[in-house]
C-alpha cells in the first residue's frame, strides 16, 4: 500500500481531483494549503510556492492505494504536467505504508 500526495494551486483543484477519480481511486481526501517560499531556501524548489510573503492558496489531495494505482496515479499527474506548460506544475509524491490499523 502506498500514500499518494498531491499538491497544485487552488486554481487548478478540479484538473487534479479529476486524476484520482480517472484512477478510479473511490476515496480521497483533500485539505486547502497556504504556502510560503523564502529566498533563504538553498533547495531548488521553483514554482512550488511564490516568493515572497504573500501566500499561494494550494490544496493538497492525498489517498491510500495499492502500489499499482500510485504509480498510474504519478504517471497521470507527470502526463498532465508535460501536456500543458504552465508556471504552476503538480506536484506528488508517494509514501511507503508499513502497518495500518
Known amino acids: 500500500m502506498k500514500l499518494i500526495i498531491a499538491l497544485g494551486i487552488k486554481e487548478l483543484q478540479k484538473e487534479l481531483s479529476q486524476v484520482f477519480k480517472d484512477n ?17 531556501n538553498e533547495v531548488d524548489m521553483t514554482n512550488w ?18 502500489a499499482g494505482q500510485a504509480d498510474s496515479i504519478l504517471k497521470a499527474i507527470d502526463d498532465l ?11 506528488a509524491f508517494q509514501l511507503p505504508v508499513e ?3
Not at 24 to 40: A, L, M, Q, R, Y
Not at 52 to 61: C, E, G, K, N
Not at 81 to 91: I, T
Request: proline residues 4%.
Open 81 to 91: 504536467n508535460l501536456s500543458r506548460k504552465r508556471v504552476n506544475a503538480f506536484h
Open 24 to 40: 478510479k481511486i473511490p476515496i480521497f481526501s483533500k485539505v486547502n494549503i497556504e504556502g510560503f517560499k523564502t529566498e533563504d
Open 49 to 66: 510556492f511564490v516568493k515572497d510573503v504573500h501566500a499561494d492558496f494550494s490544496v493538497m489531495f492525498f489517498a491510500f492505494v495499492p
Open 99 to 101: 502497518k495500518f490499523v
